[in-house]
T-cell receptor
Framework: KAGVTQTPRYLIKTRGQQVTLSCSPI?????VSWYQQTPGQGLQFLFE???????NKGNFPGRFSGRQFSNSRSEMNVSTLELGDSALYLC???????????????FGNGTRLTVT | SQQGEEDPQALSIQEGENATMNCSYK?????LQWYRQNSGRGLVHLIL?????REKHSGRLRVTLDTSKKSSSLLITASRAADTASYFC???????????FGKGTKLSVIP
């Protein structure tokens, strides 16, 4: 089985621009979560989708949004980029219907976003 | 705020020694999981322990869970240079759809 695929791998954007990151989960996985990883804050939960519905959202401003398509692929969007948005954005997919309940996450290798 | 907090933040040992990492969390959980991350890569799931379990083994890994103290430990026995990575605990909060990660322990195994 192919693993979780995130594209692009690296991205450089300018302050004020917007960006869209893509995630293809493992085949059969219906839950997709997004995390932001920075040296200072560690791994911060952004949101989780299951069957096209956002079930949980982390404590991030409205500039961060996401969606999931009927084939379980997911995208996240960050508008009006700020320097502090520079981070590794990780997507993870899961088989279980209840995240965290006997259902480990399978992570992609992330998208490294640099905002200048 | 981070629900899980690992201790120590960094650990350096010789190959062949055992490595122990600890994790604390704050609320009731369904399970606790441990992940490994090699530099700049995604996280890899290592082991999951349910809230009604106290100890679990997988190869050279041993995880314990003490729900009364809201803590867990990960023991890696007979460490190898390839074990060099950051290790994160993640707690699955009861009634929630998210995993909350700690800030990790950076393990260096010296050949």
């Amino acid at each position: 089985k192919a693993g979780v695929t995130q594209t692009p791998r690296y991205l450089i954007k300018t302050r004020g621009q917007q960006v869209t990151l893509s995630c293809s989960p493992i085949s059969g996985h219906r839950s997709v979560s997004w995390y932001q990883q920075t040296p200072g804050q560690g791994l911060q939960f952004l949101f989780e989708y299951f069957s096209e519905t956002q079930r949980n959202k982390g404590n991030f401003p409205g500039r961060f949004s996401g969606r999931q398509f009927s084939n379980s692929r997911s995208e996240m969007n960050v508008s009006t980029l700020e320097l502090g948005d520079s981070a590794l954005y990780l997507c993870a997919s899961s088989l279980g219907a209840v995240l965290g309940r006997d259902s480990p996450l399978h992570f992609g290798n992330g998208t490294r976003l640099t905002v200048t | 705020s981070q629900q899980g907090e690992e201790d120590p933040q960094a650990l350096s040992i010789q190959e062949g020694e055992n490595a122990t990492m600890n994790c604390s969390y704050k609320t009731s959980i369904n399970n606790l999981q441990w992940y490994r991350q090699n530099s700049g890569r995604g996280l890899v799931h290592l082991i999951l322990i349910r809230s009604n379990e106290r100890e679990k083994h997988s190869g050279r890994l041993r995880v314990t869970l003490d729900t009364s103290k809201k803590s867990s430990s990960l023991l890696i026995t007979a460490s190898r240079a390839a074990d060099t990575a950051s290790y994160f605990c993640a707690s699955g909060k009861a009634g929630s759809y998210q995993l909350t990660f700690g800030k990790g322990t950076k393990l260096s195994v010296i050949p």
